[in-house]
């Protein structure tokens, strides 16, 4: 299937690409007069609104051009610590802006409570039919940042199925056989091929 990934995020469609693909698929970000087109995001509401969000407007976007009838697919993820009720969760993108993974680290010290899961939800639909999966990755927040691989968050992600590094250490061969969003891509990977569909 010829997926178009409605993100401004480069990292997520390359990850999406490496997972999707091996199972047939093929995943270009969606430009729209050659460009990415920007979303409004409701994300006081969390990432499944943000979800639903994303793939009306998108569907709405390609209406009527030489894109309708192609496949959608959004996602929308964040990291959710323990020590905190859903933060930063949907929030994720603009807490690193605002305090940076050291601003992050710090908190996490002071509350000594280390747990975290990056969470993800992912919704592909071809206009008419809607196919939702998500994904969860536990795992804990190191005391600094480590390796430069990846994004956002990874360097200071250590994975419950990791060996103790960050995912920033780890890399993408590691990183997209456990995360969040490979979990959710397979699962929409599963629903496709579901003798439902
Ligand atoms: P789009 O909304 O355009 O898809 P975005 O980067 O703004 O791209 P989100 O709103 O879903 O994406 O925010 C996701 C943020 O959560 C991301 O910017 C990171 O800060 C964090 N995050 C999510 N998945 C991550 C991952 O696999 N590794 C590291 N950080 C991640």
Known sequence: MRILFATGNENKIIEAQETLAPLGHTVE????????????????????????AKILQALTLIEGTELQGSAILVE?????????????????????KEIGLLGVIER??????????????????DGSKFWKSKGVCRGSI????KGQKGFGYDPIFIPSEGDGRTFGELGAEVKNQISHRKKAMQGLSNLLKSPSR
């Open 29 to 52: 970000g969606l430009l729209i007069d050659g460009k990415r087109p920007d979303f409004n995001e409701p994300k006081e509401l969390g990432l499944e609104a943000v979800a639903e």
């Open 108 to 125: 996490v010290n002071k509350s000594e409570i280390r747990g975290a899961e990056f969470r993800a939800v992912a919704i592909l639909s």
């Open 76 to 96: 929308d993820s964040g990291i959710f610590l323990d020590a905190f009720p859903n933060w930063p969760g949907a929030k994720s993108s603009d807490v690193e």
């Open 142 to 145: 190191s005391d600094e940042i």
